[in-house]
């Protein structure tokens, strides 16, 4: 029976087929600051627009419900009125 040691390798190495890239050669691929610059540009953009439709959202749901609500109790300008019953 074969025992298995620390010092082998690992989960990963075994089901990775591909080489990792170099560290060097990772750092000359990225070196003008422009390319951060449009992934924060990217990065605002898409969030103004998750905003604007989120608040759209939000507004067409309470819309729905005040339009759910006047249905309900015949067009609203009603007051509330006491159960009737005293102290209540």
Do not use: C, H
């Not at 000359?28 to 990217?42: I, N, P, Y």
């Amino acid at each position: 029976m074969e025992r298995s040691n620390s010092f082998g390798t690992s989960w990963a190495d075994q089901w990775d087929y591909g080489s990792d890239p170099s560290p060097r050669a990772r750092g000359r691929q990225d070196s003008g600051a422009g390319k951060k610059q449009g992934g924060v540009e990217k990065t605002k953009a898409a969030a103004a627009t998750g905003l604007r439709k989120v608040k759209e959202g939000t507004a067409s749901g309470f819309q729905w419900i005040k339009d759910k609500y006047k249905k309900k109790n015949g067009g609203g300008g009603k007051k509330q009125e006491g159960s009737g019953i005293v102290g209540y």
